[in-house]
Nanobody, 124 residues
């Protein structure tokens, strides 16, 4: 499956953005999908994941209550709604997918397929 992340941009602190991760090649409904982010000079970190069934989600503590992950299988797309953005949310955001669930769904190593990333910049 090929993943395309989009929706990044420049936003002021307190603003909102919605990122999209659209799949091609195969239907995304059989895959669990996550968002990770990587700021300059820092390691890639987990943001959120949604299981293939859509009924289970998990979030990093740093974004809990501000970000929301959802999926629209009819559109083969997973979304990351980001509200109350902070300058520390500035990063390149990547979506990733995997068919088989593991116990470490917050680890990048759990995912087999990755999108190219979309840059989010939050100004203060």
């Amino acid at each position: 499956v090929q993943l395309q992340a989009s929706g990044g941009g420049l936003v002021q602190a307190g603003g909102s953005l919605r990122l999209s991760c659209t799949a091609s090649g195969r239907t995304l409904s059989s895959y669990s999908v996550a968002w990770f982010r990587q700021a300059p000079g820092k390691e890639r970190e987990f943001v959120a994941t949604i299981y293939w069934s859509g009924d289970t989600t998990s979030y990093a503590d740093s974004i809990k209550g501000r970000f929301s992950i959802s999926r629209d299988n009819a559109k083969n797309t997973v979304y990351l709604e980001m509200n109350s953005l902070r300058p520390e949310d500035t990063a390149t955001y990547y979506c990733a997918a995997v068919r088989i669930l593991t116990v470490n769904m917050d680890q990048a190593s759990a995912y087999d397929y990755w999108g190219q990333g979309t840059l989010v910049t939050v100004s203060s």
